[in-house]
């Protein structure tokens, strides 16, 4: 009997299907939730008085079930399955009432033995309660509610009838009754149900069979491109398609009769009229068929054509003409077009290059047409040719090919014939042509006749080779690009392997050209790279490739090499004298290169290994400065990881704000005074402690980092500006240090004097140090202008660590040079003998003096390096010997106990000072004075 549920659900029909399972997605969550309560309810109420197992583990898991099944009856609720996935689902669902009744009823058993006596009347209803409540759910699905009945109430309703206590027993005789009234009531409501379906799937059917015919009927008028009428044997209208007023605008009834004349063209009416009435006059008329133009609802004429058929009478008179409309519009202007076509295909034949020939393969000849003459050039195409004399002008690498291909012709099922050669031309230029031929056949399939065109393709050829040049060669220098490059390098590779060579490969590139673009713009930038490919090229040995891999980066490569050519002198020899200068525009352009190099397979054993070394050696080069060359060395690798932890420790300082500023002392030597402090960049390294500026090093190379790290320095140097200010301190002028970064953005004045002026700060509390290297190379403007402006606004300049770069004096004078910085280098040799460097320190005072330019000497380590200094002159002083860099809460201390004079005669009162007096013939045993110092 089951299975006979299951088959009844398996046929029932899609209707009646959509219909139960549509009232089961309603009853079904709501069984579940009453199921949950319930079940939750008895466990609570048994909580204490049986096993956990039975109170707690039991009716979780049903709880589980139950949430589980309830929310996924909800979740179907939101889509339509389809017949066969309705059926799984009622099916799933009677399995499901079956197993967890049955588990809810063997709960209720247990139960039952394990509460108290008094207390099983109420564990029974609630058992039999539960059940009843899910079976009520259940009456769309009838087999389902049983089976609760039958799994769950029943049960315990026979534990209550088998008990000894007739009042337990008489409990359960009602409970049988109510679960036969129940059972009842679910077969009366699944037949009322089932007769309701049957009645809607009735109407249903009814109801779908007649909207399908009158669609069918309506989209036959609708689809139908014709509009069908009816005339009276003398041609008047008597019904007319309502498509009518819909394409022309007038009213269906206002073209009854004659009226349908109205919307016809007046330059085709008269013929119309005349043929109607000649047709509908002839007693043995046929049929009609004809074209006019009728004008449509926007005063637009298009193309129409009727067509009519009479019905006659048992007399074979015409009774009636029943005819159709039909919109031609489009196939008029195809018609159109073709004729159109033709003819322009006729006049294009006679205007265009394209040759168009007939070959006669029976008589051996081929006819031209008139452009034969005006591509190819010979005189005889105008009277017609032989077909050898064809092919002896076809170039002889082609002749065999062409002529084996026409061999095919033979074939029967060979129609079309395409072919492309080379053609010599009457001036003895080779053209490329290509043939087209349709070969004509006589009755026995034989080819008779070959008749096409040839069409001139040389200038596409020639534009498709420039294409493909262009995909491997460098628009701006014609070099091979980065593709080319990889492809020759690998070649190169590939035969020094089997000839037991070397490749050697220098990459380089320009010096500074970054700069270039940036201050001269990109067409100098442009005549840089033109100048510098076009000097390589000419100095590239036999057999070398040059490219430009991008932007200012080339390329050599150097295949076939011996062991002993693979030497320095063969770079140097290619790379020559190119540091020099290029004029463009009027202007003089520092031009220089840096080049590495790396050896196959020394180096490198494929292409991207090789390449990499080559790369290391670049970069190296480019390290110490301009114009250098270098080879690859396995220590490389390891300057270059070097490098790239400064700059990962640089971001990861700026992103932790680990960067600080720690502030040294300037003296004034003259009156022991502290002048103000130099801002020195420290890392506060959580690790490794305090840090100075050489860890992050190549940050300072770096055009982002640079100027990210002058900013934060600024901010704080700035802060604690303002803090000392509140504080009432008079910290003097603060020195900071500008990189060659900071000046490349032209935003450097910005920078500084916006900060000053959000902060209310005067701009002679600051001091910018550079170093000599900003005074030259294409910023050389920039940076004047920059300093200028800085200048003007209070700012002091000083040049930093004068005399151990490469400046000219003449710098001096050209730019707003307040203070110069004498390098601790000379300062730190400084003794009581009057030594090389001891005459540069004097030189240099003397110069500024001259200048009018404060001197700072640094590296001041000990005492007789102070009275030295003092007694050359120099106003200045800084070094360890007044205090070393020290943090932003120290300096109000300092600032506090600061004793002017106990500095002077700190210096004043070394060995060095006495020596001094001897020489100078001074008996006096006081310390040294600033008259007698020339202080």
Known sequence: MVFARFRRIAEKSQVALHEQYKALTGQIPLMYALMFINVFCLAMVTYGDVPVWLSLSVPATLSVIIVVRGFLWMARKRSVPSPSKMRRHLAGTIVMSAVLSAAFGAWGLFLLNEVATDRITSVALYVFVGSISCCYCLQSLPVAGRFVLLFGAAPVTLCLLTSSDVYLIGIGVTFLIIAAVIVRTLATSQSAFSKLLISRSEMSAVVTALR??????????????????????????????????????????????????????????????????????????????????????????????????????????????????????DQVKAENALRESEERYRLASRATNDIIWDCSLEQDRIDWSEAAFDVLGYAETRTGTSRSW???????????????????????????WVEQFRFRAADGRYLNLVARGYVVRNKDGKPVRLLGSLHDVTAQLQYEAKLKWSASHDALTGLPNRAMF????????????????????????????????????????????????????????????????????????????????????????????????????GRHIDVSLSAGGALAFRDGLDAEELHKCADLALYAAKSEGPGQIRGFTPAMREAVDMEKAMLTKARAALTNNHIIPFY???????????????????????????QPPGAIRAAFEDADLAVRLTDRMLDCIMADMVAWRDQGLAFGRIAFNGAPGDFRRGDFVDRILGRMHKLGLPASLLELEVTETVFVGQLSDRVHNCLETLAA?????????????????????????????????????????????????????????????????????????????????????????????????????????????????LCAGSDWADMLRSSMGMHNSGPLSLSESGC
């Not at 919307?263 to 074209?291: F, G, N, Y």
């Not at 064809?390 to 079309?416: G, Y």
């Not at 005492?863 to 002083?877: S, T």
Request: glycine fraction near 10%; proline fraction near 4%.
């Open 486 to 585: 990889a492809e020759r390098l690998d070649e190169a590779l590939d035969e020094a392997r089997r000839q037991g060579q070397c490749v050697g490969l220098i990459v380089l590139d320009v010096d500074r050209f970054k700069t270039i673009n940036d201050t001269l713009g990109h067409h100098a930038g442009d005549a840089v790279l033109h100048d510098v490919a076009a000097k390589l090229s000419k100095r590239l040995p036999v057999g070398a490739t040059l490219a430009r891999l991008g932007g200012d980066e080339f390329a050599i490569i150097l295949p076939g090499l011996t062991p002993e050519q693979a030497k320095q002198e063969t770079v140097d020899t290619i790379m020559g004298s190119l540091t020099g200068s290029l004029l463009h525009d």
């Open 793 to 905: 606004a209070g700012v002091t300049i000083a040049l930093d660590d004068f005399g151990t770069g490469y400046a000219s004096l003449t710098h001096l004078q050209q730019f707003p040079v307040h203070t110069i910085k004498i390098d601790r280098s000379f300062v730190s040799r400084l003794n009581a003998a009057e030594t090389g460097d001891a005459a540069i320190v004097g030189a240099v005072i003397d110069l500024a003096k001259n200048l009018g330019i404060t001197t700072v000497a640094e590296g001041i380590e000990t005492a007789a390096q102070a009275a030295h200094l003092m007694v050359k002159g120099c106003d200045v002083g800084q070094g360890f010997l007044f205090g070393r860099p020290m943090a932003r809460s120290q300096i109000a201390p300092i600032l506090a106990k600061w004793d002017a004079p106990g500095m002077i005669g």
């Open 212 to 329: 399908q015919s009158e669609d069918h009927y309506r989209y036959s008028v609708d689809l139908n491109p014709q509009m069908p009428w009816i005339s009276d044997a003398v041609g008047a209208i008597l019904e007319l398609s309502p498509k009518w007023e819909a394409v022309t605008g007038m009213p269906t009834a206002d073209a009854l009769g004659s009226g349908w004349t109205a919307a016809v063209h007046p330059a085709d009416l008269p013929a119309i009229l005349d043929l109607w009435h000649r047709t509908t006059s002839a007693p043995d008329a046929s049929a009609v068929d004809v074209r006019y133009r009728l004008r449509d609802r926007g005063g637009v004429y298009h193309w129409h054509r009727a067509r009519a058929q009479p019905r006659r009478g048992e007399d074979g008179t015409i009774l009636k003409w029943y005819g159709t409309l039909e919109d031609i519009d």
């Open 664 to 690: 040294q002392p300037k003296v004034n030597l003259r009156t022991g005074a502290l002048e103000g402090f130099e801002a020195l960049l420290r890392i506060h390294d959580q690790q490794q402690g305090l």
């Open 390 to 416: 064809w092919v002896d002008h076809i170039h002889a690498d082609d002749q065999k090919r062409v002529v084996d291909n026409l061999a095919s012709l033979e074939d029967a099922h060979f129609n079309q």
